[in-house]
């Protein structure tokens, strides 16, 4: 059986996109992406790649096409996504190959699909969405839009019918349901839940050594609804404990956390590492005392499992949850974590729990996450539930 994954990222990008699409090989599919040419995260295309269109990495037939780099500007990204849903597109009106599935994995844009329903309506072949990111609540809760605009009604319309004529819709959190039903208006008998699993699952890595006291990680975008002020704030009340807070990301917050570090003077208190690639970023993780894991609780996507929670309970540390919805449920149900309100009091006083726990207890509370995570958000059992529509 051949199986076409469309997504606009794919390795040596950092995306979990491709684990799946290794894993899909070692289950006896015959699998092809297509993709764009590495630039996220790069402002650029990896020069080694200009060049490429096709290649073969782990068994995977990856198919390049031209896509314009995506820089810090938002002129760059517009021009970064549209490329992508064009020459996608060309690619698919050309090639000759017979696929008997698409899978096409949804990060942002919801424009990455169309690729998927084009060949849907040429060949007749299913088409199957898997929704990691809900647009388009995604600009709204980024302040990229007003939801009265007229770009607003526009992606909301062009949205709406890309989800439409989908063969089926594979959910990352259960709660994005009901913003299909009552947001998108769309009917939800072909809609399920498939979390996402993390990018790295290998833990066999040398951790980073924190050194003496108590050590919270946050790793992640440092965007406007991952709440970054609180990290600050929260620290500022807890400088006189041998407590540290490590952040490692970039995002639209970058620079304001940098200047309220210098403007607070807790440099000695909050680390900031930059960007740094997801297989380094591992050993953090490895000996964190807990991970710290926030997302604003507003509209749908507030109420979202954010990633980087399945990748810190994959590392079998315990949690800091400023989460709310299904992200807190999952918490909740592990066991292993402890659950804080949008506000430096509540989060300090989680943070105070963690650096009052013993070593066993940590380890304890690690442990259980650990089990959840092999038992609902592994890659070897997601791909197995992605795998049914297939069948």
Request: net charge positive; proline share 4%.
């Amino acid at each position: 059986m051949k199986i076409l994954v469309v997504c606009q990222y794919y390795y040596p990008e950092n995306f979990v996109v491709y684990k799946f699409a290794e894993q899909f090989v070692k289950d006896g599919y015959e699998v092809h992406v297509l993709t764009g040419k590495p630039n996220y995260g790069y402002g650029r295309i990896l020069p080694e790649y200009k060049n490429v269109s096709e290649e073969v990495i782990n068994g995977v037939n990856v198919h390049r096409v031209n896509i314009y780099p995506r820089k810090k500007n938002r002129l760059s990204i517009v021009k970064n996504y549209l490329s992508f849903w064009r020459n996608s597109k060309k690619w698919v009106k050309k090639t000759k190959i017979k696929f008997d599935y698409v899978y096409s994995m949804s990060l942002s844009p919801i424009t990455i699909c169309s690729a998927g329903n084009l060949y849907k309506k040429i060949h007749g072949s299913k088409h199957i969405i898997h929704c990691l990111d809900l647009w388009p609540e995604s600009v709204l809760v980024t302040k990229a839009v007003n939801k009265k605009s007229l770009i607003y009604k526009i992606l909301y319309r062009w949205s709406r019918n890309i989800y439409k004529n989908a063969s089926k819709i594979l959910v990352s959190s259960p709660s994005f349901i009901e913003y299909f039903r009552n947001v998108l208006l769309l009917p939800t008998d072909n809609i399920r839940y498939v979390p996402q699993s993390s990018l790295i699952e290998d833990n066999n890595i040398t951790p980073y050594d924190y050194g003496k006291g108590t050590h919270i990680l946050y790793c992640g975008n440092l965007g406007l609804i991952q709440l970054i002020p609180l990290i600050t704030e929260t620290m500022d009340k807890l400088r006189d404990y041998d407590i540290y807070f490590h952040v490692i990301g970039m995002g639209p917050m970058s620079n304001f956390l940098v200047e309220d570090i210098q403007r607070r003077r807790l440099e000695n208190k909050v680390i900031y590492h930059g960007p740094i690639v997801a297989k380094l970023a591992a050993s953090y993780f490895k000996n964190a005392d807990a991970i710290y894991v926030s997302l604003k609780n507003e509209g749908s996507v507030g109420k979202t499992i954010p990633s980087k929670l399945q990748m810190s309970m994959n590392f079998a540390r315990p949690i800091i949850g400023v989460i709310q919805g299904d992200g807190k449920d999952v918490i909740n149900e592990s066991g292993g974590g402890f659950i804080a309100d949008e506000n430096s009091e509540s989060i300090k006083k989680a943070i105070l729990a963690v650096h009052n726990l013993t070593k066993k207890e940590k380890a304890h509370l690690g442990e259980l996450n650990r089990r959840y995570y092999d038992a609902h958000f592994s890659s070897r059992e997601v791909c197995k539930s992605i795998e049914k529509d297939f069948r």
